[in-house]
């Protein structure tokens, strides 16, 4: 099809086209993907209007960037761009119905008074066979209906119909509409804006006042815009101050944004937008929430797909998430309507329904170590495999470690340390250390709380291993000096030999190789007197791997070998792997390159397979020392640079080890 080119129809019109546009905001920023994104829509013409749907919460600027795009691509446009809101409160007679837009419409374009039709669906014939050809746009702000939008369409392949709303309007799909989010400011762009209404030297005064303000007004920027006209009105006003006071924006301008949309859901959808303003965590997992509200999951598809489409959700599969803003009002409705007892049973059980898959999935992902915590159904109930619980993991790990805060803040401390506990498989397969230093130390003291010793030591087992993988040597000594008095206090042989190991690997990290080489001794006598050949295992690939550092390589090929038999034995795919690797370097020594990088490859393998960064990262490592020795270098390169991002991404320093090698 032919379209019409801008201006070919000009010799029907004597005068230049209409612009009804509202003044623009006097600044936007931070919307440069967004005013691409139309850029890039208007560019690719169709055989019918294009329609695109700004969308986002109140107060998040969809009107502004509208009008500031559409004023900035005026020329584009030489037909006119035409503005109607359907917003209430808009001006004393209420929102434009579509006919009265029409109205509007027709006579900005120069259709006379007299011959303009009294109907609606005569105006809608006349504008759009008037506007045939015209290369144009049109602004309909505040829309709630896809049915308010369709009905002002035009036919003009050539028109842009603009549209912003507080909902999707997934309606307007049908009529082949393009949906653009407009999401929340981010920091920066945020304190660009307020500088611009305050000064950016009176936010420099106070840095950190200006970054809780910022935080307050959650990227929204009528509400920044709303705090810097109430600051700029009181130049004497410190920031500081301005938190602080009765205009805190918490609790002021984000309220009336949010009325709209809320009033307008119905009780079950209200219901569920309350409750996400309690349950903690970046995100909240559909089917957690159908628990929390004892009904089926698919019995609230209805109500999420209602706060989706009205924005105060978004959409990721099985997993809804909220803006904080969206998230602070919804909280404050939440604490209007429920009671403290309430409040407190929906949080506990949110947090029991995790603390069962936690368990479970320790269960898979570490399955040979006994566990003082008790799971109530076989595993393999919640997760069909091991795959299916790392992947609930790494999906949910901000949601676990917030729903443990949440718990220690309500003093629940039989489920922190079991949540504590549960959290080790995915730690050791993973090494997310900052944040598990963090849980672990809620866990020792609620362990502690409940008279539960041997939890303690096992937790405080736990946390010297973190600290000393992290080079903090005395501070893991500390925890494990404290594990190994309670196991001796208590006379349990599994705390004691396992704190005995720990100690030996704080010796080795301290460079004691002999003292380390004794304590590993101990500790597979340890673990042989309460029959746990796991144990053992661990204790002897641990001697080798120091026999191996000493020369003694006799004596390490034994510790090795019999350590990968028995790990075999006990179908731990994982420590027969890392036994193997280390009788690698043996081979290698005594001139079996091939041989050795050949077991390398089988091991890496077995631990892709398994799906764990860290290990797959330590043999990686491993093969790459092993491929430089024997000018491998671009095979070399390749897996020095894949362990070196798989080491980067878990935060261990070893990252930084291998960039230096790599220079």
């Known amino acids: ?35 691409e994104q139309l850029d890039t829509l208007r560019e690719h013409l169709r055989e019918h209007p294009r329609i695109v749907v700004l969308t986002g919460v109140g107060g998040v600027g969809k009107t502004a960037l509208a009008v500031h795009w559409l004023t900035t691509r005026r020329d584009a446009f030489p037909d006119g761009v035409l503005y109607t809101s359907f917003a209430s409160g808009a001006d004393d007679d209420g929102p434009d119905s579509p006919g009265i837009a029409l109205h509007g419409f027709l006579a900005a374009l120069g259709i006379p008074a007299s011959d303009i039709p009294a109907r609606t669906a005569e105006r809608v014939a006349l504008f759009r066979a008037h506007t045939t050809g015209y290369t144009f746009a049109l602004l309909l702000d505040n829309a709630a209906f896809a049915a308010q939008v369709r009905t002002l369409l035009p036919a003009a392949s050539t028109a842009f119909v603009l549209v912003t709303s507080r909902s999707q309007l997934s309606g307007l799909g049908l009529d082949g509409a393009d949906i653009v989010p407009v999401d929340p400011l981010g920091e920066d762009a945020a304190r660009t804006l307020l500088a611009s209404r305050v000064g950016a030297g009176r936010l420099d005064a106070d840095p950190a006042a200006a970054r809780r303000l910022l935080r307050a007004c959650g990227g929204l920027p009528l509400t920044i815009a709303v705090v810097g006209a109430r600051l700029r009105a009181r130049p004497e006003r410190n920031i500081a101050r301005e938190v602080r006071g009765r205009g805190a924006p918490a609790g002021g301008p984000h309220k009336a944004v949010f009325d709209a949309s809320y009033d307008a859901l119905t009780p079950a959808a209200a219901q569920i937008y309350r409750l996400c303003g309690v349950l903690p965590g970046t995100h909240i997992a559909l089917d957690a929430l159908a628990h929390v509200l004892a009904t089926p999951v698919d019995s609230i598809d209805d109500q999420i797909d209602e706060l989706v489409e009205a924005n105060l959700l978004s959409d990721h599969g099985e997993v809804v998430s909220r803006h904080d803003v969206v998230r602070d009002d919804a909280r404050t409705r939440y604490e209007r309507e429920m009671t403290p007892e309430e409040h407190s049973a929906t949080l506990l059980a949110f947090t029991r329904w995790h603390l069962d898959r936690v368990l479970a999935a320790d269960e898979l992902i570490h399955p040979f170590r006994p566990r003082f915590a008790i799971l109530g159904e076989p595993a393999t109930r919640i997760f069909a495999d091991r795959d299916l619980a790392i992947r609930w993991w790494r999906r949910d790990h901000q949601v676990i470690r917030a729903v443990t805060r949440e718990a220690a803040a309500q003093g629940w401390d039989s489920e922190v340390w079991q949540l504590c506990e549960g959290s080790w498989g995915f730690f050791l397969h993973n090494r997310d250390y900052e944040p598990f230093l963090a849980l672990t130390t809620l866990g020792i003291g609620s362990a502690r709380r409940c008279s539960l010793p041997l939890v303690e030591a096992r937790l405080r087992s736990q946390l010297g291993f973190a600290l000393d993988q992290l080079g903090r040597l005395e501070e893991a000594d500390a925890q494990h000096a404290v594990a190994l008095e309670i196991g001796e206090r208590e006379n349990d042989g599994p705390t004691r030999a396992t704190a005995v190991s720990r100690l030996a690997r704080a010796a080795r990290r301290r460079g004691d190789l002999e003292q380390a080489l004794q304590l590993y001794r101990r500790s597979a006598e340890l673990h042989a007197e309460i029959d746990r050949p796991r144990g053992v295992a661990l204790a002897r690939r641990r001697r080798g791997e120091l026999l191996i550092e000493l020369n003694r390589d006799q004596e390490a090929e034994a510790e090795l070998t019999a350590a990968a038999d028995i790990m075999a034995e006990a179908g731990d795919a994982n420590q027969h792997a890392r036994a193997v690797t280390a009788l690698a370097r043996l081979h290698d020594r005594h001139g079996r390159y091939d041989h050795a990088r050949s077991r390398l490859i089988d091991a890496l393998r077995v631990v892709r397979a398994l ?37 980067a991404e878990l935060g261990d320093p070893r990252a930084a080890e291998l960039a230096a090698q790599e220079d």
């Open 1 to 35: 099809m032919t379209h019409p080119q801008p201006g070919q129809h000009a010799a029907r019109t004597a005068r230049p086209g209409p612009v009804q546009l509202p003044p623009p905001a006097p600044g936007i920023v931070g919307r440069e993907p967004e005013l």
């Open 611 to 647: 799906d764990s960064p860290y290990y797959t990262a330590e043999i990686l490592a491993v093969l790459a020392d092993l491929e430089t020795r024997h000018d491998d270098l671009d095979q070399a390169h390749e897996h020095r640079a894949e362990a070196r991002l798989l080491y």
